[in-house]
């Protein structure tokens, strides 16, 4: 029996990986965490019965603590709460499926208590990289990639000599407007930017899709799971979503993980690494599939994906403005307070006016992220 924590359990990962829990049947759930759908989280804490659910909004955990008051489950709020999520004591693996850089203190707790990590909070590594992944290895704690991308890499480095790698090809569908020059976008709605060609997420990394942010940030992402340099992490659009991503080998093999569309695969892969279990759902149709095609990343039209790899050869402190600043303008977007393109043009002026830190600690990382959303809120 697999015991799991799993931090944002309300979000497309966390209700994701129940459907895994409901499908599987011998995975038991230790811990919950949400933000503030407590509808949602009481359904699923009277379907999988965690020992404790951790609320990050305090008034909607009281609200949470009275409706489930005839159940065995203890309801903890804001960061300590998350800290003792992350940290459930019969908890095997903990999916880490939160968004932003509050991931980044839970993911530290949760390996110091021994635990593995299915990593969905990219920004974790993305700011904090060069503390997780040598502490991972100090504590011999695994880290275990649930992005679609990454774990196309790790499945396609089954077996293979990390340090053999020439270059990892981290693929893009281009997202809904791959295509379109800056002028097209400059009228972009809110409800424009929600609809992704292929996958089904949240809102926040649905828009980070449609501006190529999400796919910087990955990419600073692989650059930390994988030990390589930026550079040797290229972006390859593949509209269809068909391959993952692939791995090139300095004898020139190329080696790719190919699959329909659906996160499912990968978290299941994360949470029973190295077992494989089946899965229901689509497969690839080959006879079907009239072709497979690849395009450059346009890095004008979306800079985004330009200013990650500035952020990541940058390092230090610098990812974790590109990260902060994108949060904060997405979250803008979001409200209608900016237009589409001002995400962008945000992000860059932060990283403009930025003094680098060359090796953050948490508390500076943190510190970071409060000098860029102050930076962004006396501009924007």
Not at 302 to 318: I, V
């Amino acid at each position: 029996m697999k015991k799991i924590a799993i931090l944002g359990s309300t979000g497309s990962i966390g209700t994701q990986t129940l459907d895994i829990v409901r499908t599987q049947k011998d995975i038991k759930v230790t811990a919950l965490a949400a933000g503030s759908n407590i509808v949602l989280l009481e359904q699923q804490i009277r379907e999988f019965a965690p020992k404790l659910v951790c609320v990050w909004d305090q008034e909607k955990a009281k609200e949470l603590a009275l409706a489930v008051k005839d159940l065995n489950v203890k309801v903890v709020t804001g960061i300590d709460g998350l800290l003792e999520a992350a940290t459930e004591p019969e908890a095997e693996i903990v999916v880490t499926a939160i968004v932003g850089m509050i991931g980044i203190q839970p993911t530290i707790a949760a390996m110091k208590a021994g635990k593995d990590i299915a990593l969905a909070n990219k920004e974790t590594l993305v700011t904090a990289g060069h503390i997780i992944m040598p502490l991972a290895e100090e504590l011999g704690v695994k880290i275990l990639p649930v992005d679609s991308e990454h774990s196309a890499i790790f499945q396609c480095l089954n077996g293979e000599n990390g340090k053999q790698i020439h270059k990892l090809l981290l693929t893009a569908s281009g997202g809904p407007f791959r295509g379109k020059t800056r002028e097209e976008l400059s009228n972009v709605e809110v409800e424009d930017a929600l609809k992704h060609p292929n996958w089904s997420m949240g809102r926040k990394i649905t828009i980070d899709s449609s501006t190529m942010v999400n796919k910087g940030l990955e990419v600073m992402e692989a650059r930390w799971l994988f030990g390589v340099e930026m550079d040797q992490v290229q972006v390859v659009v593949q509209p269809k979503s068909i391959i993952h991503s692939m791995v090139e080998f300095i004898d020139g093999a190329v080696v790719a993980q190919l699959g329909t569309p659906d996160m499912k695969l990968p978290i299941q892969y994360a949470i029973y690494y190295p077992e494989r279990r089946y899965l229901p759902g689509e497969r690839l149709d080959f006879w079907a599939m009239n072709q497979i095609t690849f395009e450059k990343p346009d890095m004008i039209n979306f800079p985004g994906l330009r200013l990650a790899y500035e952020a990541g050869r940058t390092g230090g402190s610098m990812p974790t403005v590109y990260n902060a600043a994108n949060e904060r303008a997405v979250a803008k977007f979001l409200n209608r307070e900016i237009p589409y393109l001002a995400i962008t043009d945000i992000i860059e002026g932060a990283m403009k006016g930025h003094t680098v830190r060359k090796n953050p600690t948490v508390e500076e990382i943190l510190e970071t992220e409060a000098e860029v959303y102050s930076y962004i809120e006396s501009r924007w």
